[in-house]
């Protein structure tokens, strides 16, 4: 299963931004790290989408290195 290491930044606002270093377009706002980590597989996958739709190579997940990862929804855009 494949899937990308995130880095999270806490907002003065006490908003959590989560990003994907490995694809940079990605960029989710939550209440929370739960809330942002909820939120960002339907953003990674229309993002992938993007990626499929365009004909782009697919990025490759970086080592977490005990970072949590965001899953892809749907491997078939790896085939």
């Not at 694809?23 to 229309?46: K, N, Q």
Request: charged fraction near 20%.
């Amino acid at each position: 299963m494949h899937s990308y290491p995130c880095e999270f930044m806490r907002q003065s606002n006490h908003m959590v931004i989560l990003t994907l270093p490995d694809v940079p377009e990605a960029v989710v706002v939550g209440y929370s790290e739960a809330d942002a980590l909820r939120r960002a597989p339907a953003v990674l996958d229309s993002i992938l989408q993007g990626y499929a739709s365009e004909g782009r190579r697919m990025p490759r997940g970086s080592w977490g290195r005990g970072r949590p990862s965001i899953p892809v929804l749907r491997e078939s855009l790896f085939a």
